[in-house]
């Protein structure tokens, strides 16, 4: 099945600078690649997805990239702001949707 | 408001007492799905539903089953629960395999 990375675990910077989120995958037939973000106590939510026609995707702040050559897609968020705090989860999906393990962001003030 | 609701969301019991979860959607989508939670693992699936009557494993099936007699309500039901199965649980839908996924707010269970 699909095994998908994620990385780094735990990312903390300082508002207003970028963070960038990094994932790869194994199976060259996943063509789907949503990023969600779980803020303490909630389920994930969408926050952004790219599928494999597409080779970037942005909105505001945050912006996908998918490099299928390669198997990683990655995410970016610009400007960051305290309420960016969470756990983000990037996953892969041929059929069912694979999970990376997420990642820990701290953005402080 | 467009939601999936996850009951009850705290949970403590004790090992082989059976348990339900109930999940429902009010969105009337087709794909369901239950994940499990745990620190350092992820969001693992557990099983999922395509449609009424249709449910698949996912890949931690194991100590776990499923239904879904209607299109709104897929619970999980943990026949003998064991301490290993402590863990948070979340419940999601969407309109499609290619579609978001919306999560519930999750329950937290924890075996005894």
């Known amino acids: 099945g699909e095994n998908v990375e994620q990385h780094p675990s735990t990312l903390s910077v300082q508002e207003g600078d970028s963070a960038v989120i990094k994932c790869t995958y194994s199976d060259s037939a996943s063509n789907y690649f949503p990023w969600y973000k779980q803020e303490l106590g909630k389920g994930p939510q969408l926050i952004i997805d790219i599928r494999s026609n597409v080779g970037e995707k942005k909105d505001q702040r945050i912006a996908v990239t998918l490099n299928k050559t390669a198997k990683h897609f990655s995410l970016h968020i610009t400007e960051t702001q305290p309420e960016d705090s969470a756990v983000y989860f990037c996953?892969?999906?041929?059929?069912?949707?694979?999970f990376g393990k997420g990642t820990s962001l701290l953005v402080t003030p | 408001e467009a939601q999936v609701t996850q009951n009850p969301r705290y949970l403590i019991t004790v090992t082989g007492k059976k348990l339900t979860v109930t999940c429902s959607q009010n969105?009337?989508?087709?794909?369901m799905s239950w994940y499990r939670q745990d620190p350092g693992l992820g969001l693992r699936q557990i099983y999922y539903?395509?449609?009424?009557?249709?449910?698949d494993k996912g890949d931690v099936p194991e100590g776990y089953k499923v239904s879904r007699k209607e299109k709104r309500n897929f619970p999980l039901i943990l026949e003998s629960p064991s301490p290993n199965q402590t863990s948070l649980y979340f419940c999601?839908?969407?309109?499609?395999?290619?579609?978001?996924?919306?999560f519930g707010p999750g329950t937290r269970l924890t075996v005894t």
């Open positions: 539903s395509m449609n009424v009557e249709v449910t």
């Open positions: 999601a839908s969407s309109s499609g395999v290619f579609s978001e996924q919306y």
């Open positions: 996953a892969a999906r041929p059929y069912a949707l694979n």
């Open positions: 969105m009337n989508h087709e794909y």
